[in-house]
């Protein structure tokens, strides 16, 4: 792992958001800064930023440069990555954030929830950008799941706090079904908190590959997993070649 840049910065003792967002990028220069954007009112209220980079060819690095706390490189990988940012947070919770999903923007009004519960790890509802009138669909049916199945997915911004997440051992080093595995463990240490302000993520693989079709193939990955299907199989079917 090489640093590319890391900034120190000193919150003023007022402010106590004692949580560090962790995001994992590949070739996401268009959508980073909007999202590092958004993050910069939280990261004057003591928020720390960690961006983790799987080997981008564009300008994802050069543009997240400015607007986070540090930008590292790794190998490639959304687990492997998530697992580095969080062996560099140093704050009592963790947010794993993908760069095209935009966090609720009264998070420290939540914030403050998580200070009064027994809960040690949570993720938000979700609502989906897009045109389609299926992809609201889409998301009643990911909300309706997830809350009935105490399981979030990574577009659904999952937090936990850091001891405990360092106790489990972090996310499985594996290419895909990390944000389920992770799930299936916290189950294990509490109830999550189901955040109904939702975080925003984009629409553009039901866009790009149709709601159907896409809806259709995680149906069918998750029905592989659950019946066993190593992670590495699964991910050959969910990343077009020229992804993986």
Known sequence: M????SHDKQADESESLSLSIVIPVLNEAEEIYPCLRRLQTLRKQGVQVIVVDGGSDDDTIAVATPLADQVVRSDKGRAQQMNVGAGLADRDWLLFLHADTRLPVNLPDIMLVWSFTSAVWGFFGIKIRGASPLLRVVQWL????????SIGTGDQCQFVKREVFEQIGGF?????MEDIELSKRLKRQSRPLFINAK????GRKWQRDGVWPTILLMWRLRLGYFLGTSPKVLAQRYYPPEDS
Do not use: K
């Open 2 to 5: 090489a640093t590319i840049s």
């Open 199 to 202: 975080a925003e993520t984009s």
């Open 142 to 149: 990911m909300n309706r799941r997830s809350f009935l199945t």
């Open 172 to 176: 499985a080093d594996i290419p895909l």
